[in-house]
């Protein structure tokens, strides 16, 4: 049975965090309103999440918690293996290991694009990913090269 795996980079981000970390930078109000029209669009498409796993980046929990509210029934977890720069051979392998039927990764680049190319055997770079970036893919394994890109909306 073919799965689908939604992938969603972040809204824009404020440049610096008070506290100079990279993990506690937060979405500008344009972010907001970019990850808005992306869960809109995605609700559009008739896509209904049953799993949002999440980056722990307080940029990423901030555009998780939208798709939060208008899928309250999905469960969320948050996983380290999304942060920026993650191994992507780690996260195929915890993909793989998911039962759902529709998840919803919430992440950050190049991860996201990396994984795209990774799973749709694709050539690095060849799917870049803007803020809130939102992509469909199906596939009965998360393994490199057998997922199919069904769509790839720019916010």
Known sequence: MSKALLVLRHGQA?????????CDR???DFGRFQVESAV????????QPELILVSPYLR????????????PT??????DALTPESDLMLLTEKLQ????????????????GALLSHLCGQSYGRYPMDTASLACLQSDLWV??????NWLRHA
């Open 14 to 22: 404020e440049n610096y965090a008070d506290s100079g970390l990279d």
């Open 60 to 71: 990423t929990q901030q555009t998780a918690a939208y798709a939060q509210a208008v899928f």
């Open 97 to 112: 290991l998911l039962t759902q039927e529709n998840v919803l990764l919430v992440s950050h680049q190049p991860l996201v």
């Open 74 to 79: 999905a469960a969320c977890a948050t996983w």
């Open 144 to 149: 490199a090269g057998l997922a199919e890109l």
């Open 40 to 47: 809109a669009y995605m609700q559009a498409q008739g896509q």
């Open 26 to 28: 937060c979405l500008t």
